[in-house]
């Protein structure tokens, strides 16, 4: 259980969860990226350690040093991270879970030491998924795809790094999005779809080539 990290392209894997006092401690890891350029820094997430049952300690966790000590830095499941590819030191996570009373957009520009909460636009509540995919084209459009409660969801669009973010109208099961240069088309399944927590964010953000408007 855990993270595991390979140094030779998948064909071997070794643990990278630390142990003592700074020892990963997560059972299920939902989410995990890495520093561009930089191997060792390491931000990984989950619901928290499993013991008799049930799991505790949900947050997400940093390592300077490729896996061998971690350290918290934020409370709640995270769902999803993502490093700005043109400023590394720029992180974005999406924290979410019935049992996380601080969800939403979090983004750092230290490279996940300490973090801020993005709450201009986005509506506050307690989210039990939140999803989110930077545009490829553009590092300052970001979508952030909430499921509030059962099959109740909306998406919300930043076209500015988070500064504001407003809410994109959507369709009963996928929405296009998008129709200039820089912003790619997203087609994003709802929460009507009955199956939000279950798909990878390749298929909840997509942006083929040949499908941008006239």
């Not at 643990?15 to 059972?27: D, E, F, I, K, V």
């Not at 909430?146 to 919300?156: D, E, F, K, P």
Request: hydrophobic share 30%; proline share 8%.
């Amino acid at each position: 259980m855990g993270l595991f990290r390979s140094g030779d392209a998948g064909a071997s894997f070794q643990p990278s969860n630390g142990s003592g006092g700074t020892a990963l401690g997560l059972s299920n890891v939902t989410a995990v990226a890495v520093q561009p350029g930089n191997s060792n820094l390491v931000l990984a997430g989950g619901p928290g350690y499993c013991s008799s049952g049930s799991l505790s300690g949900a947050g997400l966790r940093r390592s300077t040093d490729g896996g061998a000590t971690w350290s918290l830095v934020l409370n709640g499941q995270p769902n999803d991270i993502a490093f700005d590819p043109a400023i590394p030191s720029t992180v974005y996570a999406s924290i979410g879970g019935s049992n996380t009373p601080d969800c939403g957009v979090f983004k750092s520009t230290d490279t996940g030491a300490t973090w801020t909460k993005l709450t201009n636009g986005i509506t506050a509540g307690s989210y039990s998924y939140l999803r989110l995919a930077m545009a490829p084209t553009n590092r300052s459009v970001l979508y952030a795809l909430v499921q509030t409660s059962g099959t109740t969801g909306a998406l919300y669009r930043t076209l500015d790094g988070g500064t504001t973010c407003s809410p994109v109208p959507t369709q009963t099961t996928f929405e296009l999005l998008g129709s200039t240069a820089t912003e790619p088309i997203v087609s994003v399944p709802t929460a009507s779809n009955s199956g939000l927590q279950n798909e990878p964010p390749s298929t909840l953000f997509h942006s083929p080539p040949d499908a941008v408007p006239r």
